[in-house]
C-alpha cells in the first residue's frame, strides 16, 4: 500500500523505532525492498538517489515514482516513496512535479543562515502539496575522507533547534558519528550528542550513512529520535555480489535470452538479506 512518508515516519516515532530507507537504483532494487517488507510486515521507504536519474540514467524521475506507487498496490504493508539529497529549489521542485510526496533539501554544505533560507523556501512551498521535508544540518560527509571523526562537522544541538525552528522542516538528518560511503574503522555514535539534538528539537530525527554502524549502536540510536535510518552502500553491494554470482553460474550458458532470468535471480538473492535487516532493526 502506498504510504505518505510522514505516516510512516510518525508511526515509527510513536514505536520508538526506525523505518528503512533503502537506495534503490532500478526496478529490481526497489521490487526486492517491496516484497521483502511485505514478508515481514513491515513498513519501508524506496529512495531515489537523484543522481541515478541525472548522471547514470538508470531510471526517470516520473518513471521512478510511478514504479514505487505500481509496486506499493502490489502488497499490503505501507511502502513510501522519497527522494534523497537533493541541493536547490529548481531541482527539487521539479522531483515533487514527477510525483515524489516527499523530498530531502541538503544546504549542509553551506554555512548555518544560508542552510536556513534554502531549506526554508523549499519547505514553504513544498507544503503547499503537502510534500513531506527532509533538511539536514552539520555535515554527513563521505566515510572515505573520515569524515565520521571530524567533531567539527557534527550537528550542534543549539543549531538544530534553531533551524528547525526556522525553517518548518519535517525531519532532520544529523551528523553524529556517521558518514556515506564504507567506512575505513568501526564508526562510533555519538549518543550523547544526539541525546542533546532530540530533547532540543521534535521531529523525528535521520541516521545517513547506515552501512557499517554496529546494530547494537543503531538499536540505541532508534530508541533516542532516529526514526528512519538510510541504507544505500551496503545494498548496493549485495546488488553487484547477486549480479556477479548470476554471471559466474551462467559463465557457460550459450544462450543470450538467459538474460531474462537475472530480475528474478537477484530478487531471491536480495530478499533474504532486506528481511534480516528490517527483522533485526525496526521494531514497529
Ligand atoms: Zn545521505
New binding site residues.
Partial sequence: MYEKVGNIVKTAQQSNTAVIAFICMDHIMARSVVYAAEAVNTPAIVMLYPEHVTVQHTTGFETYAAMVKELAGQVKVPIGLHC??DYSYESIMRTIRAGFGSVMM?GSMNDLDTNIALTKKVVLAAHESGVFVEGEIGH?GAAADSDNDKTDLYTKPDAAERFCRETGVDSL?VSIGNA?GEYKETPHLDIKRLEEIHAATDVPLVL??GSGIPDDQLQVAFSKGINKF?L?TEFLGRYYQAVAAFAAENAENPDPVKVIDLPGYVQSRLQPYLEERMKTLCHF
Fill in positions: 534523497d539529497h541538503d554527513v538528518a556515506h545517513h550513512g538510510n544505500g
